[in-house]
Structure formats: C-alpha cells, structure tokens
C-alpha cells in the first residue's frame, strides 16, 4: 500500500512559477506520474518520472516549462512549474505505478490533489 500527499498548490499570477510536492510512504518503489483536471474537463496526464528518475516524459502543452523529479532518500516527488499559464489552472494529482505512462487508469495509487490557480 502507498499513501500519497501532495502539497505546493496555490495562487500564482500568469508568468510565475510553484512547486509542487508529492510525499510517498508505504512501499515507494514505483514510476511516478503528475496529472491534472479542470473544472468540467477529463483529468489529462503533465508528466511522468520513471523509478530511478532517469526517464520522464512530458505533456506537450507543459514541455519546457515543467520539469518532475524525486528524491527517493526523501520518498518525494516534485513538479517544478514556471512560466505558468491560466490554463494550467487545474487540481494537480500524483499517481504511483509501474511505469512511466499518460494512461491514468494505469496508475495504482493517488494522491488527494492540490489546487493550482493562475490568474492572467
């Protein structure tokens, strides 16, 4: 079993940038991956990091602007996001799984969300 608690959301103007945290305990030897969902909309994949941090992958709306990594001595994983848009105003979710793939139903375990608002 795998808890996971994300943290990092908040208000931030077009242009500005957040971080965002995923805290993993339990067993903690998964890929990670980031999504998130807008009002009204499908939750949609952001990004993927593989379990020795080494492959990830990027959605293309988010590609040079966000940047996942982890600290595994830290069961932690991070969404580094500048440059942030009003349409990445979204609950942002990290997933555990067995690999680094955009398919949500793939994940195994989730976190409850935060919520990331940009204003323009």
């Known amino acids: 079993q795998v808890q996971l608690v994300e943290s990092g959301g908040g208000l931030v103007q077009a242009g500005g940038s957040l971080r965002l945290s995923c805290a993993a305990s339990?067993?903690?030897?998964?890929?990670m991956g980031w999504f998130r969902q807008a009002p009204g909309k499908e939750r949609e994949f952001v990004a993927a990091?593989?379990?020795?941090?080494?492959?990830?992958r990027y959605a293309d709306s988010v590609k040079g602007r966000f940047t996942v990594s982890r600290d595994n001595a830290k069961n932690t994983v991070y969404l580094q996001m500048n440059s942030l848009k009003p349409e990445d105003t979204a609950v942002y979710y990290c997933?555990?799984?067995?690999?680094?793939?955009?398919?949500?139903?793939?994940?195994?375990?989730w976190g409850q969300g935060t919520q990331v608002t940009v204003s323009s």
């Open positions: 990091l593989s379990r020795s941090g080494v492959s990830t």
């Open positions: 997933a555990a799984g067995r690999s680094t793939t955009a398919v949500p139903t793939t994940y195994d375990y």
């Open positions: 339990g067993r903690t030897v998964y890929a």
